[in-house]
Nanobody, 128 residues
Framework: QVQLVESGGGLVQAGGSLRLSCAASGRTFSDYAMGWFRQGPGKVREFVAG????????YYADSVKGRFTISRDNAKNALYLQMNSLKPEDTAVYYC?????????????????????WGQGTQVTVSS
């Protein structure tokens, strides 16, 4: 089993920054991917960013490209999401996710069904 625990959410004003963290524990895999999804109030769950752990290749939703940065720390087995220039529409619960076998196709990173494990989520609220 794998446990994913997010932290770092909170309330911030528009234009501000937050850094989310995800601590992963449990089973390990040889070539896996991790990422972030979010679900805002009254909205469908959507992909935010993903990373292939071994190569460090990253993927972003168009809505966050240039503002958010996904990164990893191999030694700590941790995933991060640096969020800058936050907007009220970024308000959502943010979920850390893990896929046991890193997708071959880029499009798969954007599909929630790709991921095998999900964290409990952390709330991010951006005030205008």
């Amino acid at each position: 089993q794998v446990q994913l625990v997010e932290s770092g959410g909170g309330l911030v004003q528009a234009g501000g920054s937050l850094r989310l963290s995800c601590a992963a524990s449990g089973r390990t895999f040889s070539d896996y991917a991790m990422g972030w999804f979010r679900q805002g109030p009254g909205k469908v769950r959507e992909f935010v960013a993903g990373i292939r752990w071994n190569t460090g290749r990253t993927y972003y939703a168009d809505s966050v490209k240039g503002r958010f940065t996904i990164s990893r720390d191999n030694a700590k087995n941790a995933l991060y999401l640096q969020m800058n220039s936050l907007k009220p529409e970024d308000t959502a619960v943010y979920y850390c996710v893990l896929c046991r076998n890193a997708p071959v196709y880029r499009g798969s990173y954007y599909n929630a069904r790709t991921y095998d494990y999900w964290g409990q989520g952390t709330q991010v609220t951006v005030s205008s």
